[in-house]
């Protein structure tokens, strides 16, 4: 009986995964960037878009540029483990000292957003690769669901507890403090825990340079792989306009719909459970229609959910859209997953998911920076928003034209 309990590995890894969904739903989604336009900018809201996109951006050009260097690093030295709690320390420190931010602080706010979520991403990249390592090799899609589940959960915790601590903006920065607490203690079991697999130091021989090398030897072989390449082609646009849209939510509800923090708060604890629910909707859907035509149906519902946020200004009609885009949100990125996993060949699955993993990043550079930008020469947040249509409209254009397979019309089994 022993032996069918989860061990102290896998826990470890799973509360990990609690702790930093507090950092991605405090300082990125729900709180931060409110504060960061309203206090620490003030004035002109379009400008206060426009320099946290230009955050934002960086802080992910910043990890594109790093996760390869460090990754061959941490492949040449067999030391992943430090490379993965420094760069989680540096997220969980940069959140906590985001308390101390304050009018007219512009520049060392903006510095400790880029350090953070750039830690925060760099640290999820090792924080992935101990999966295969914790987890036993039949319950690996099992630990990653429950780490998942985890997520969400924290997710929802932190918007509890913002429901409490934020009575207004100005006032809830002791929200930070509590991120950055619950992150370092959920993060700690992990930092205790987790031991870098043995092996020989040095095994590839390489140097820095062989992470971006693997990157454009990745690259070359998906070509080879026509369906594989035209997917991660369309989900590299449809990836960038919903990390967008959840990096400006709040900003768009709260200083465009002029929602309450609090009525925000429960907004987005309602899209938090649509995207769990519609992770699993999606998830049997896919296994009825094949993950390629429901990752394409997930995106037109993106573009119908953007076209009613521009037309429709009431709020009602603004719950029932987020709501609709929560639904697929989860469930977009959960098939493209399956269609990756069923695509790929075993023996390159690894490299594939990797591959989308990075595009995903770089992707999530343009998005912010562009919505930023629109934001700040229109003055008009509802403009920004239509602009992300572009990217939608390119990945449902690009997924169309991928060759039917007769396997799709075979459901999957689970």
Same mark, same amino acid.
């Given at each position: 009986?022993?032996?069918?309990? $989860?061990?102290? $590995?896998?826990?470890?890894?799973?509360?990990?995964?609690?702790?930093?969904?507090?950092?991605?739903?405090?300082?990125?989604?729900?709180?931060?960037?409110?504060?960061?336009? +309203?206090?620490?900018?003030?004035?002109?809201?379009? *400008?206060?878009?426009?320099?946290?996109?230009?955050?934002?951006?960086?802080?992910?050009?910043?990890?594109?540029?790093?996760?390869?260097?460090?990754?061959?690093?941490?492949?040449?030295?067999?030391?992943?483990?430090?490379?993965?709690?420094?760069?989680?320390?540096?997220?969980?420190?940069?959140?906590?000292?985001? *308390?101390?931010?304050?009018?007219?602080?512009?520049?060392?706010?903006?510095?400790?957003?880029?350090?953070?979520?750039? /830690?925060?991403?760099?640290?999820?990249?090792?924080?992935?690769?101990?999966?295969?390592?914790?987890?036993?090799?039949?319950?690996?899609?099992?630990?990653?669901?429950?780490?998942?589940?985890?997520?969400?959960?924290?997710?929802?915790?932190?918007?509890?507890?913002?429901?409490?601590?934020?009575?207004?903006?100005? +006032?809830?920065?002791?929200?930070?403090?509590?991120?950055?607490?619950? *992150? /370092?203690?959920?993060?700690?079991?992990?930092?205790?825990?987790?031991?870098?697999? $043995? /092996?020989?130091?040095?095994?590839?021989?390489?140097?820095?340079?062989?992470?971006?090398?693997?990157?454009?030897?990745?690259?070359?072989?998906?070509?080879?792989?026509?369906?594989?390449?035209?997917?991660?082609?369309?989900?590299?646009?449809?990836?960038?306009?919903?990390?967008?849209?959840?990096?400006?939510?709040?900003?768009?509800?709260?200083?465009?719909?002029?929602?309450?923090?609090?009525?925000?708060?429960?907004?987005?604890?309602?899209?938090?459970?649509?995207?769990?629910?519609?992770?699993?909707?999606?998830?049997?859907?896919?296994?009825?229609?094949?993950?390629?035509?429901?990752?394409?149906?997930?995106?037109?519902?993106?573009?119908?959910?953007?076209?009613?946020?521009?037309?429709?200004?009431?709020?009602?009609?603004?719950?029932?859209?987020?709501?609709?885009?929560?639904?697929?949100?989860?469930?977009?990125?959960?098939?493209?997953?399956?269609?990756?996993?069923?695509?790929? $060949?075993? +023996?390159?699955?690894?490299?594939?998911?990797?591959?989308?993993?990075?595009?995903?990043?770089?992707?999530?550079?343009?998005?912010?920076?562009?919505?930023?930008?629109?934001?700040?020469?229109?003055?008009?947040?509802?403009?920004?928003?239509?602009?992300?249509?572009?990217?939608?409209?390119?990945?449902?254009?690009?997924?169309?034209?991928?060759?039917?397979?007769?396997?799709?019309?075979?459901?999957?089994?689970?």
């Amino acid at each position: 009986m022993r032996s069918n309990r $989860p061990s102290a $590995p896998i826990i470890s890894w799973i509360l990990y995964d609690f702790g930093m969904a507090w950092f991605s739903m405090v300082v990125i989604t729900a709180y931060f960037i409110l504060y960061f336009k +309203e206090v620490v900018v003030g004035g002109d809201r379009g *400008y206060g878009d426009f320099l946290w996109g230009v955050t934002v951006s960086a802080a992910m050009l910043l990890a594109v540029l790093l996760s390869p260097l460090l990754g061959a690093l941490a492949d040449l030295k067999r030391n992943k483990k430090i490379f993965f709690v420094t760069a989680a320390s540096i997220a969980i420190l940069s959140t906590g000292l985001l *308390y101390y931010t304050g009018p007219g602080q512009v520049l060392p706010a903006m510095l400790l957003v880029i350090t953070g979520y750039a /830690g925060y991403t760099v640290a999820m990249t090792f924080y992935n690769s101990f999966l295969s390592e914790v987890a036993k090799s039949g319950a690996v899609e099992k630990v990653s669901g429950i780490g998942w589940g985890i997520g969400y959960l924290g997710g929802l915790a932190a918007l509890v507890c913002m429901v409490f601590l934020v009575p207004n903006v100005a +006032e809830g920065k002791a929200v930070m403090l509590l991120a950055g607490t619950v *992150y /370092g203690l959920f993060a700690l079991p992990s930092f205790l825990i987790l031991k870098d697999s $043995p /092996g020989r130091i040095g095994a590839q021989g390489g140097s820095i340079a062989a992470g971006c090398s693997r990157i454009i030897a990745t690259f070359k072989e998906i070509r080879a792989y026509r369906r594989v390449f035209l997917f991660l082609l369309g989900y590299f646009f449809v990836s960038d306009a919903m990390s967008t849209v959840i990096v400006f939510f709040s900003s768009y509800t709260v200083h465009t719909l002029h929602f309450t923090v609090r009525e925000n708060t429960v907004l987005l604890m309602l899209v938090q459970l649509s995207a769990a629910a519609g992770s699993v909707v999606t998830g049997l859907l896919a296994q009825r229609i094949g993950p390629l035509q429901t990752v394409i149906w997930t995106v037109v519902v993106w573009i119908g959910a953007l076209l009613g946020i521009f037309a429709f200004s009431s709020r009602q009609a603004f719950y029932v859209l987020s709501v609709s885009a929560g639904l697929v949100l989860g469930g977009t990125q959960a098939t493209a997953r399956s269609f990756i996993a069923r695509e790929s $060949p075993p +023996e390159k699955l690894g490299e594939f998911f990797g591959f989308m993993t990075f595009g995903s990043k770089v992707a999530a550079i343009l998005g912010p920076l562009l919505y930023g930008v629109i934001s700040n020469q229109t003055n008009n947040p509802r403009i920004a928003i239509l602009s992300l249509e572009v990217f939608f409209v390119a990945g449902l254009a690009v997924m169309l034209t991928i060759p039917r397979s007769c396997a799709e019309s075979i459901p999957e089994s689970t």
